[in-house]
Nanobody, 123 residues
C-alpha cells in the first residue's frame, strides 16, 4: 500500500528556515510527479511547489525565491526547503503524488497524500 509520510514541521520565528521531508513507499516513486500543498486555517488548499519526474520545478508566486523543492529518487524522498519564513506561511503542509506524467495545480489530480505536518511561523 502506498504511504507518504511527512516530517520536519514545527515552530519557527519569522525569517527562519525549515526543511520538510516526505518519505514515499509502496509506489514506483520515480514515475510520479510530486507536489507540496498547504492549507492554512480557514483557507483553501494551495499548491506550494511541484517537481516533475525529470526534476523540473515550479512554485507558487508567494514562495518563489524562498522555497526549494527537490527529490531523491534513490531514496524515495521529496523535500521542501523553506527559507525566510513569514507568518503567512503558517499552515499544514502535505506532500502528494500524481499518477500522471505532468504536474497539475488541481489537488484532485493527485492520487496519494500524506497526513501533513504543521508549520507555524510566529515570534
Amino acid at each position: 500500500q502506498v504511504q507518504l509520510v511527512e516530517s520536519g514541521g514545527g515552530l519557527v520565528q519569522p525569517g527562519g528556515s525549515l526543511r520538510l521531508s516526505c518519505a514515499a513507499s509502496g509506489l514506483t516513486f520515480r514515475l510520479y510527479p510530486m507536489a507540496w500543498y498547504r492549507r492554512a486555517l480557514g483557507k483553501q488548499r494551495e499548491l506550494v511547489a511541484g517537481v516533475t519526474r525529470e526534476s523540473s520545478t515550479n512554485y507558487a508566486s508567494s514562495v518563489k525565491g524562498r522555497f526549494t523543492i527537490s527529490r531523491d529518487n534513490a531514496k524515495n524522498m521529496v523535500y521542501l526547503q523553506m527559507n525566510s519564513l513569514k507568518p503567512e506561511d503558517t499552515a499544514v503542509y502535505s506532500c502528494a503524488a500524481r499518477a500522471g506524467s505532468t504536474l497539475q495545480p488541481n489537488p484532485t489530480e493527485y492520487r496519494y497524500w500524506g497526513q501533513g505536518t504543521q508549520v507555524t511561523v510566529s515570534s
